[in-house]
């Protein structure tokens, strides 16, 4: 069992970096999977997508390539979203964009939400209406809403201790879920129904 934990904050002092952090332990520690990927846009480490992806441009190729494996490769994967303006950061709904051939298709996605406030809920709602469809990736109904996150995963005695040990143990439960999923789903993939050369694209 692998788990993709993918970083959506370009910032260099995300607090998304602690979270994701937490959760690739968290993920190992409890036995949940065997490996864990890590994939962090800090500083935005892919170019805006454009169409040259599909005619096999070769600097492309050369970047995706060994992301595409790793992709391919899980079995699920967190999705951590900070809450930038309302809005999912531009990095990772370009993320979105590069997966077409079946990387992240039919594989259950768990939603984290980022908020330095107590705000949190449209990240959540973006990411279940419009980035799923081409890359066929399934968030499960659960998700993590991590509100007041500087108060919250902190190593030291700088945690709000009621929240710390609300999402410490609500974190675990959505981790316990997604691997559930993972595990179903492998059998939907398995059965070959999945795939057809006619419909690449959802509609």
Known sequence: MKITVINGSSREQAQSLKVAAFIETMLLEKGLCDSVYRFDLTDNPLPLWDESIWSGNEDWQKLLAPISEELSSSDGFVVIAPEWHGMVPSGLKNFF??????????????????????????????????????????????????????????????NNPDADAYFRVRIEYALK??????????????????YDERFKNGM
């Open 177 to 194: 879920i997604l691997r559930e999923y993972a595990v179903a789903l492998q059998a939907v993939r398995a059965s070959g129904v999945t």
């Open 97 to 158: 964009l590069m997966w077409g051939k079946g990387e992240l298709a039919h594989k259950p996605a768990l939603i984290v939400s980022v908020s330095s406030g107590d705000g949190g809920a449209y990240p959540v709602a973006e990411l279940r209406m419009s980035s799923y469809k081409n890359n066929r990736i399934c968030y499960i109904p659960e998700q993590l809403i991590l509100r007041n996150v500087e108060t919250i995963l902190n190593d030291g005695t700088e």
